[in-house]
């Protein structure tokens, strides 16, 4: 998924319309996801998509235009958009590293962005404000392919076939496992208890076939199947285990069955989707392409890159 931008902007004028509505469709262009904050009604609009977006978002960028004139203010200066401020606070607690603030010339720099965003980027028309969000952008390097939150990557099967003891049943497991990286972004924050699980199967054809286990899967190189991913860093997990036996797929879970229920049975290709659970993450879900030979050592894989 590209690099998701939370634009805070109000929408209380066409002039505020254009500047969030153009923005957007540049960034989309540069292969951006825009999101667009439209004012919410109610906290429950607050909760349910407010705070959604801007939890699942990788950029935030705040515009703030004025509004009424504050009454004896020395500069004749005029309040800024209270719903952006609010947005604004709610992306401060989220710790957000990659930021861009910008500021009509008349709204008043005061609150937490007065501690915040006190080097805002000034600007008197929508236009200009425009202009001068691009410029900022493309001066500090903003990419599509930047995320704060927790990615897959490095998809890859163990070079020989491994003789393995489930931990969940003691179980002897032979054949080629393949494992995958789950990669964190943040430089501040950990990912405790991180767990991972298969949670879809379908055919070639796009049929569902039912999901025998959806335990957690074993955590690589751990002793268990939840993990703390460090800041900067990354944790592996067991996705699934192509028995040496007729080529079979089961997974390396905790579920205490033994044998391990098959979860592929026949050749052909399957697509199969995971999820990723962590404590202040968002759900991370990612999908890989299984072409079944019925041998363990032609059987193959790839991550599908949404």
Same mark, same amino acid.
């Given at each position: 998924?590209?690099g998701?931008?939370?634009i ?13 509505a ?11 996801? *825009? ?17 959604s ?6 950029y935030y960028i705040?515009?703030?235009?004025p509004?009424?004139l504050?009454?004896? !203010?020395?500069d004749?200066?005029?309040?800024? #958009?209270?719903?952006?401020? $609010? ?8 710790? @957000? ?5 910008l ?26 404000a ?11 390097g903003?990419? *599509?392919?930047?995320t ?6 490095n ?10 003891v ?8 032979v054949?080629?496992?393949l ?8 430089? !501040? ?10 949670s ?9 076939? *039912?999901?025998?286990?959806? #335990?957690h899967?074993?955590?690589?190189? $751990? *002793? ?5 991913i460090?800041?900067g860093?990354?944790?592996?997990? !067991? ?20 044998p ?5 049975t $026949? ?16 759900i991370l879900? @990612?999908?890989?392409?299984? !072409?079944v030979?019925?041998?363990? $050592? ?9």
């Amino acid at each position: 998924m590209p690099g998701k931008v939370f634009i805070s902007c109000g929408q209380a004028s066409a002039e505020e319309r254009v500047t969030a509505a153009e923005l957007s469709q540049w960034l989309s262009n540069r292969g951006f996801l *825009p999101y667009v904050a439209i004012q919410a009604q109610s906290i429950q609009d607050v909760n349910s998509a407010i705070i959604s977006e801007l939890k699942t978002s990788d950029y935030y960028i705040f515009i703030d235009f004025p509004r009424e004139l504050l009454e004896g !203010d020395p500069d004749g200066a005029h309040r800024g #958009s209270l719903f952006t401020h $609010q947005e604004m606070a709610i992306a401060y607690i989220l710790g @957000f590293e990659r930021v861009l603030f910008l500021k009509h010339k008349d709204a008043k720099l005061e609150g937490l962005l007065r501690y915040t965003a006190s080097n805002a980027i000034i600007f008197s028309t929508s236009k200009e404000a425009i202009e001068k969000a691009e410029e900022a952008i493309d001066e500090r390097g903003w990419t *599509p392919s930047y995320t704060r939150h927790l990615i897959a990557v490095n998809l890859n099967w163990s070079q020989e076939m491994i003789l393995y003891v489930s931990h969940s049943t003691g179980e002897h497991l032979v054949g080629k496992f393949l494992t995958i990286d789950i990669q964190n972004h943040r430089s !501040d924050l950990a990912a405790f208890n991180t767990v991972a699980r298969l949670s879809s199967i379908k055919d070639a054809n796009d049929n569902s076939i *039912p999901v025998a286990d959806r #335990s957690h899967l074993k955590a690589n190189g $751990q *002793p268990g199947y939840a993990q703390t991913i460090w800041p900067g860093s990354h944790g592996a997990f !067991d996705l699934l285990l192509a028995k040496a036996e007729q080529g079979v797929i089961c997974l390396n879970s905790s579920l205490d069955l033994s044998p391990k229920p098959l979860i592929i049975t $026949q050749p052909g290709r399957y697509t199969l989707q995971y999820e990723v659970l962590s404590e202040s993450f968002p759900i991370l879900t @990612f999908s890989i392409q299984l !072409d079944v030979t019925g041998n363990a $050592q032609t059987t193959q894989a790839q991550l599908i890159v949404d």
